[in-house]
């Protein structure tokens, strides 16, 4: 879908909640560990979680344990590494690993092949590796090149693009596949899906919540499949801050008609 693509509206009712963060809940930084999610926000996730029953998770390329660091102290359901990694309502984790022997030759493979290329980084996610090359954008096709070298030589590999990265992952792992197995679980069961992300990686995603009848959005410029856009994550935030404010007058407009009756 292609612009002009409106802000999405103040949602009211029962929905279930998939937030990307770099891009998206978090401004991206030149290295990862620059990254934050800012305090007000972290808290008002929280109050959009308890408004929804707990339906409400982070989508991410990165790893649980990083994005339980990011929103701490909460502690939120997950999907990690694209949904490779997923830790449920419950606190049960569901994790799909490559094989030690084939980690082991694609970390030695892919560390060659990136050493000649300064200010470029492979990063280990132990189930999945990331070639970034923000530092360096200058190698971005070679960066390419030998990624689709690599899912032609290992089978069982896909690429994922990302902003300034090209991640290898195992086949079928996307925030697609996590958004499906979140929906088909409580509490986000039943539940109308929303989604917002910000980057190629999230498309996938877009198109399961629009095939649910859900909420799309992306943020930021650039075509997608999402049905709604904003501009940036501080216009995110601010649909974040009036979410949750219309979920807490709705609900106590709701205590008091229920008050009322029963008196």
């Not at 082991?104 to 492979?122: F, K, S």
């Not at 596949?177 to 979140?182: D, E, R, S, V």
């Amino acid at each position: 879908m292609t612009d002009p693509l409106t802000a999405p509206p103040v949602l009211r009712g029962n929905y279930a909640f998939f937030f990307d963060l770099d891009g998206t809940l978090a401004d991206i930084k030149p290295h990862p560990d620059q990254v934050i999610i800012p305090g007000p926000i972290r808290m008002t996730l929280q109050q959009l979680a308890e408004q929804q029953e707990g339906a409400l998770a982070l989508i991410s390329g990165r790893s649980m344990a990083e994005l339980d660091a990011l929103a701490a102290p909460y502690h939120f359901p997950l999907a990690g590494v694209h949904g490779a990694e997923r830790r449920d309502i419950k606190g049960q984790t569901h994790i799909v690993r490559l094989p030690a022997t084939l980690a082991e030759t694609l970390l030695a493979w892919l560390t060659a092949g990136m050493a000649p290329l300064t200010g470029c980084e492979v990063e280990n996610k132990g189930m999945a590796f990331a070639l970034h090359y923000r530092q360096a954008p200058q190698h971005q096709q070679a960066v390419e090149q030998l990624a689709a070298q690599t899912v032609s030589r290992f089978e069982g590999l896909a690429l994922q693009p990302g902003k300034c990265v090209v991640e290898i992952k195992p086949t079928g792992i996307n925030k697609g596949a996590a958004i499906l197995a979140f929906m088909q679980e409580a509490p986000f069961l039943g539940r109308q899906p929303v989604f917002i992300g910000d980057d190629l990686t999230d498309e996938a995603g877009f198109d399961v919540v629009n095939l649910a009848g859900g909420v799309s959005v992306k943020v930021g410029p650039g075509e997608t499949h999402a049905h709604f856009r904003l501009a940036s994550v501080a216009d995110t935030h601010q649909w974040l801050l009036e979410l949750a404010q219309q979920h807490a007058l709705t609900d106590r407009r709701e205590g008091y008609e229920s008050l009322g009756r029963s008196i």
